[in-house]
């Protein structure tokens, strides 16, 4: 079942501009993933950030995680053509007895870079 | 180069053909999942490996049969496929399985069901 929702679905902007993408969920989580996926290629983990944390910085990217609302950011600062790809937020539920953990996906956001 | 192979990168293939899709991580990890990813849908996990053993099958349908003869390899075996099950498919390992490990994705495996 569908966890992590992305917003926007689709997103444009010139190079050098920032980009903020947000995902919502619905349940209590462990922590919140986000990954890339340039066409045609696999996805490529981003960084994590656990339900403890509130904010969290690599590189460009800034994720904030806000448990109350059940919301999380992704921002892009001062981006680049190489950043266009699909970012996916995906979260780790705790699952009753077998001490295992799954990601479960969003649908994506598609960001394009204009150069 | 993210650690995990997979082979064929596209495959087309009739209703009645029978295929294995192909997956390799270099990576040293422990845990293998297959997912499928279908247009305008999330990512959908099919099955879990963990220290070669099976620990999920999400209600896949039996047209599908994973094997995973070691930790480093995983093969999906394809038999009698309906058009719905064209998609991407993705291999993805981690090094373990308690959620705070990231996944590494193959590039995944194009089918086209004719």
């Known amino acids: 079942s569908q966890q992590g929702e992305e917003d926007p679905q689709a997103l444009s902007i010139q190079e050098g501009e920032n980009a903020t993408m947000n995902c919502s969920y619905k349940t209590s989580i462990n922590n919140l993933q986000w990954y890339r996926q340039n066409s045609g290629r696999g996805l490529v983990h981003l960084i994590l950030?656990?339900?403890?944390?509130r904010e969290k910085h690599s590189g460009r990217l800034r994720v904030t995680l806000d448990t109350s609302k059940k919301s999380s950011s992704l921002l892009i600062t001062a981006s680049r053509a190489a950043d266009t790809a699909s970012y996916f937020c995906?979260?780790?539920?705790?699952?009753?007895?077998?001490?295992?953990?799954?990601?479960?996906f969003g649908k994506g956001t598609k960001l394009s870079v204009i150069p | 180069e993210t650690g995990v192979t997979q082979t064929p990168r596209h495959l087309v293939m009739g209703m009645t053909n029978k295929k294995s899709l192909k997956c390799e991580q270099h990576l040293g990890h422990n845990a293998m999942y297959w997912y499928k990813q279908s247009a305008k849908k999330p990512l959908e996990l099919m099955f879990v490996?963990?220290?070669?053993?099976?620990?999920e099958n999400n209600s896949v349908p039996s047209r599908f049969s994973p094997e995973c003869p070691n930790s480093s390899h995983l093969f999906l075996h394809l038999h009698t496929l309906q058009p719905e099950d064209s998609a991407l498919y993705l291999c993805a390992s981690s090094q373990d399985m308690t959620g705070y490990q990231p996944q590494h994705f193959g590039d995944g495996t194009r089918l086209s069901i004719l």
């Open positions: 950030i656990r339900s403890n944390e």
């Open positions: 995906a979260t780790v539920e705790t699952y009753s007895g077998a001490g295992s953990y799954q990601l479960t």
């Open positions: 490996y963990n220290f070669k053993e099976q620990t």
